[in-house]
């Protein structure tokens, strides 16, 4: 290393040093909370110097990860961090995390119990935008990381950081962008890690004890655009059937006509996991699945949170037509969402809709969703390595395999990974999960540090040889 470099390095070490023993990891998070690395969906509004702040940050903090490790950005605002291994014969593990936040929604910003980008620790809480999703997850991998290089931890596998910047609007432009240099330089994963799953502690099935859900699937993404186009004109002599009137009976048949219910894969493992702590008649049910598996999904379909478990979901989003309160419009259009169970295809959804509209004059369209990851294996190494991990810190912990019901930059991986798993090892009540996209997002201080203990304990594991039995 030149002279020049390594006096640098060292002064970062030395700074970080002091940094790091007058901070602590709570306050490194609500630093990162600060930073409004807002993805848009109108991608002109994204702020590229709140992103490189954010880099900036990043390598202040955590400096021996930016000196000693391989760092690399991709499309300027994505990070590709190599933590090389001394087996090369051993393939690496991929960890993927996520530097962009949704953004706030308009009108809401009073109702948060501190402002949102404020990064305010209070009542042992961290509260902010991206606190659970997912700057706890960029950060808890580079303190576990930043630890493991400070007491001189050496890898016998390689390990791969991925930190993609727009994943809330597709990945297009991170996600895939990582991966791309990925293929170039040849790298195959063993298995991933990425966001997704949690420890929930109030799960309804078993409650009293908390629950780690690994998710070994995700459900695909699909958006249907549907236009009506007709006659226009005053509003003073409208046609039989305006394009308002067409378009709303074909959203009514659709919403009042629900994928059918079945319990895929990774939902009849997560209910058979769970088999042995649930209570009688429940342990009887998730124990015989093949004859009680009708009745299961149905009862989960009653509930709003467990509904997207069993069926391929539908969700009318967003709906436009008209320009004033006295001219019939001749076009409107709608967006409809939907979420598909493993085993649907965009193919045969489409197929689906358009025989519920069953109406010539509406057009049916789509962008295709781009690769739906498979089921993973939750036997194989890569689970086991994650739910040791859990159980080191939650011995007590039911861990189970489970289906993810949201979509990830996951799946612009696949072809690089043989298992892709999704877990950041937080600690969340359930009501407390879903405001990762709404008001009041927060993490446990106590929380947080676990997980990092969590990761830490993943990065350990997977950077060693797998088990013989493995």
């Not at 948060?112 to 009542?123: E, L, R, T, V």
């Not at 989003?317 to 649907?344: C, S, W, Y």
């Not at 109406?359 to 690769?371: G, K, L, R, T």
């Not at 994650?386 to 019901?405: F, G, K, R």
């Amino acid at each position: 290393m030149p002279r020049i470099v390594f006096v640098i390095a060292t002064a970062l070490l030395l700074v970080s040093a002091t940094s790091q023993a007058e901070t602590s990891p709570a306050e490194r998070l609500a630093e990162a909370v600060r930073f409004k690395t807002i993805s848009h969906q109108d991608r002109s509004r994204v702020d590229g110097n709140e992103f490189r702040r954010f880099h900036d940050f990043l390598r202040t903090t955590y400096p021996r990860v930016f000196t000693q490790l391989e760092v690399e950005s991709i499309n300027e605002f994505s990070l590709l961090i190599r933590w090389p291994g001394t087996d090369a014969e051993l393939p690496p593990v991929l960890f993927t995390a996520h530097m962009d936040v949704v953004p706030i929604e308009p009108g809401t910003e009073d109702d948060w119990k501190q402002p949102p980008f404020a990064g305010i620790i209070a009542d042992e809480r961290i509260y902010g935008r991206g606190t659970l999703d997912d700057k706890e997850g960029v950060l808890g991998l580079l303190e576990a990381a930043e630890g493991l290089l400070a007491e001189g931890f050496s890898p016998r596998r390689s390990l791969v950081f991925a930190f993609g910047h727009d994943e809330e609007v597709s990945g297009r432009n991170g996600a895939v962008k990582l991966a791309q240099r990925m293929r170039e330089y040849g790298w195959h994963f063993a298995w991933m890690v990425d966001e997704g799953g949690m420890v929930i502690s109030d799960n309804p099935i078993l409650p009293g004890k908390s629950v780690a859900i690994i998710n070994v699937a995700e459900k695909g993404y699909l958006t249907l655009t549907l236009v009506a186009s007709g006659d226009g004109g005053h509003s003073s002599t409208p046609p039989k059937i305006s394009t308002i009137g067409r378009l709303s009976a074909a959203l009514v048949r659709i919403e009042n006509n629900p994928f059918p219910t079945r319990l895929v894969g990774p939902v009849e493992a997560m209910l058979e996991a769970m088999a042995p702590y649930a209570e009688q008649p429940q342990r009887f049910v998730f124990n015989n699945l093949w004859l009680t598996g009708g009745m299961v999904a149905n009862t989960m379909a009653e509930d709003r949170l467990t509904n997207s478990f069993v069926r391929t979901t539908t969700a009318l989003t967003m709906i436009d037509a008209g320009v004033k309160e006295n001219v019939i419009p001749q076009r409107a259009e709608a967006k409809v969402n939907f979420r598909l169970l493993p085993g649907d295809t965009p193919e045969s959804v489409v197929s689906r809709i358009e025989e519920l509209v069953g109406d010539p004059e509406i057009e049916v369209s789509y962008d295709q969703w781009n690769q739906i990851p498979g089921v993973s294996d939750h036997t194989g190494w890569g689970f086991a390595a994650i739910s040791d991990a859990v159980l080191s810190v939650y011995p007590e912990a039911v861990v189970v395999p489970s289906l993810l019901t949201a979509a990830t930059d996951t799946r612009h991986y696949i072809d690089l990974t043989d298992n892709q798993y999704r877990f950041h090892g937080i600690l969340v009540e359930t009501s407390q999960a879903k405001s990762a996209h709404g008001t009041n997002e927060y993490i446990d201080i106590q929380s947080y540090v676990n997980s990092i203990a969590i990761a830490r304990k993943m990065l350990e594991l997977a950077a060693q040889p797998a088990p013989a039995n493995r």
